[in-house]
């Protein structure tokens, strides 16, 4: 099912995180030993690692435990009460930045759609659970066309981003990028 999102705002969103000099983890991340600090008291991360190797999880994570330089910009995709982009800049640096800090998925919006059709539309993208997944800046930039929509096709066990000609590619001057494959995305 394809996910569709106003390219201006996500282009907004992306701009905020590669601009934000702070970025929060979201909970894949916290999981990632190489993002944790390495000032951590050894016994710290011993737990950590424990956790991780036995549970699969680390249920004791905190973000005091990352490094947020570590952090890379981009964006969450959130499958809860319907199914948004966010930036990963903390939310106070986007207010001040008057960017609103969701951009829903068409049909996907609580605000603006029954709560029958954002479920069934939530329910067939991320299934029944709610959900957060990191997009790297470069993937998102790679499909983010010069105006009109965005689209990720997406099931609850795949996601295709997009990838178009640098031509066709959205440019984000006011964040250093004249396109993405300024961090690493090939040109087509």
Known sequence: MDLIFEAEHVAALLSASLRSSARLPCLSQMMNPDLWRQDLDPS????????????????????????PSRIEPGLWLVGGEGV??????PIEYLRAKG???TAYAEGCDPGLVSP??????????????DGVEFLSSASVSA?????GKYRLLI??????????????????????????????????
């Open 44 to 67: 710290r991360i011993r737990l950590l690692r424990q956790e991780l190797e036995t549970l699969g999880v680390v249920l004791s994570v905190s973000a005091d435990d990352i490094d």
């Open 84 to 89: 948004y982009l966010m930036s990963n800049a």
């Open 99 to 101: 960017i609103q800090h």
């Open 116 to 129: 029958g059709e954002w479920i069934r539309m939530k329910r067939a993208t991320f299934g029944g659970d």
């Open 143 to 147: 499909g983010l066309p010069k105006a």
């Open 155 to 188: 099931t609850p066990e795949t996601m295709i981003l997009p990838v178009l000609p640098k031509e066709r590619r959205m440019s984000l001057p006011e964040a250093g990028m004249e396109t993405c494959d300024a961090v690493g995305v090939p040109d087509l």
